[in-house]
């Protein structure tokens, strides 16, 4: 069973940066792909970014030039570092990782950016 544990989220000044974190319980280079999610208060899940084994990156439009998303096999964590933060980017960011036909998910952390 693989746990996926994010951080990283909290209150941020619109402009600001942020960087989240997901942590794995298992191997990360074990998984095809590993992305980012979020669900802002009454809207669906979005993508936001992916990044795959091999270290093809993807990015959904509305965060290309604001987020980056990269991944550290030694520490079996993958990471989301923010720039310029805007209001529309509040939301709950979700990690996820898929093999085999299966997908795990974190429970998300919040981001909240208001002044």
């Known amino acids: 069973q693989v746990q996926l544990v994010e951080s990283g989220g909290g209150l941020v000044q619109p402009g600001g940066p942020q960087r989240l974190s997901c942590a794995s319980s298992g191997r990360i280079d074990r998984f095809y792909a590993m992305g980012w999610y979020r669900q802002a208060p009454g809207k669906q899940r979005e993508f936001v970014a992916t990044i795959t084994s091999g270290g093809t990156t993807n990015y959904a439009d509305s965060v290309k030039g604001r987020f980056t998303i990269s991944r550290d096999n030694a520490k079996n964590t993958v990471y989301l570092p923010i720039d310029s933060l805007k209001p529309e980017d509040t939301a709950v960011y979700y990690c996820?990782?898929?093999?085999?036909?299966?997908?795990?998910w974190g429970q998300g952390t919040q981001v909240t950016v208001s002044s």
């Open positions: 996820n990782a898929g093999r085999g036909g299966y997908v795990w």
